[in-house]
């Protein structure tokens, strides 16, 4: 079954952690295990908050890449640039439709 990881952060340097987010993705680009999709949603309410959701081909393979130690790094490089500490909701994927 998919996973999805929605990580929820406050930061004014956006554009930082858009560089280490692609610095992940270099890495783990061709890898097996690491994340499939990423999406990166702006609060309109909250300007400074932002939401990612990362996918997984399944929560196992998501707890590989969390055991992995540079993920932990780039986890503590992320938080860093927060103004608050992120939140982290683990969801199991039931059902995805694309909409056109």
Do not use: W
Request: aromatic share 6%; hydrophobic share 35%; net charge negative.
């Amino acid at each position: 079954m998919k996973f999805v990881q929605i990580i929820d952060f406050e930061t004014e340097r956006i554009d930082e952690m858009r560089e280490l987010a692609q610095e992940a993705e270099k890495r783990s680009a061709g890898r097996d295990g690491g994340p499939t999709h990423r999406m990166l949603l702006q609060d309109r309410n909250t300007p400074n908050r932002y939401l990612v959701a990362i996918e997984f081909e399944s929560y196992e393979e998501a707890m590989r890449n969390s055991n992995d130690p540079e993920t932990t790094r780039m986890a503590e490089r992320m938080a860093a640039l927060c103004t608050r500490a992120p939140q982290f909701t683990d969801c199991d994927v039931h059902e995805m439709t694309e909409i056109k």
